[in-house]
């Protein structure tokens, strides 16, 4: 399975107006995206992550399919082949070997990492690096920002996450990042269709002229 080019990461607080159910169906309407796109369930609150993730991805999986969109648990790959989603994204306390013998074979196994992290150890297909830039979803984070130059020289596939924008986020590509994460960028935003759909344009490979 290729890797999403962006991977838009569930918050009900980041969201601008309505749950988080609403705002992805409004960022996916009318949109074929070819799996150019992964969506990453999370139950989330200023008290922690919340049990309930297979309600999350019952209710976000026909909107993804519909889009064409990729639809990851988070933290429990048990639910990948339960519900049939197309991976899981951990968080960087679990075990991707774990993980990896609980979810049927060929689907996408992503996991998170920080500064210090060893990016190239382990068994998923992708690791996502932050914070890159400020995050945009946690006005309160003091942990310091890493920089694009953070991007360059890994084995493993690195998607950069933290302060994501369609400004920033070709940047990141030509560090040598495979694709962009998101939180704030898309939930938070008036038009979330439109930010999503810019942030594509934005990735894009430009022709040489």
């Known amino acids: 399975m290729d890797l999403p080019r962006v991977l838009v990461i569930t918050d009900e607080g980041a969201c601008r107006s309505g749950g988080v159910v609403a705002t992805i169906a409004r960022m996916l309407d009318d949109v074929v995206l070819g799996g150019a796109v992964a969506v990453v369930a999370r139950r989330k609150s200023q008290s922690g992550v919340h049990s309930d993730t297979a309600g999350l991805c019952a209710a976000l999986l026909p909107i993804c399919r519909r889009a064409g969109a990729l639809l990851l648990a988070h933290t429990d790959a048990r639910l990948v082949g339960a519900l049939g989603l197309d991976g899981v994204h951990l968080p960087s306390t679990s075990s991707p070997r774990l993980a990896r013998l609980q979810m049927p074979a060929g689907r996408l196994l992503g996991i998170s990492r920080h500064a210090g992290d060893d990016l190239d150890e382990g068994v998923s297909d992708y690791a996502t690096l932050s914070p890159v830039f400020a995050p945009t979803s946690k006005s309160g984070d003091s942990r310091p920002t890493l920089g694009i130059e953070a991007l360059r020289g890994h084995r493993r596939p690195v998607i950069a996450l933290g302060?994501?924008?369609?400004?920033?986020?070709?940047?990141?590509?030509?560090?040598?990042?495979?694709?962009?994460?998101?939180?704030?960028?898309?939930?938070?935003?008036?038009?979330?269709?439109?930010?999503?759909?810019?942030l594509l344009h934005a990735l894009e490979p430009r022709q040489a002229s």
Do not use: F, K, W, Y
Request: glycine letters at 16%; hydrophobic letters at 50%; proline letters at 3%.
């Open 163 to 198: 302060g994501i924008d369609a400004g920033n986020a070709t940047s990141c590509l030509a560090q040598g990042a495979v694709g962009v994460a998101v939180v704030g960028a898309v939930l938070g935003s008036v038009n979330p269709r439109r930010a999503l759909l810019s």
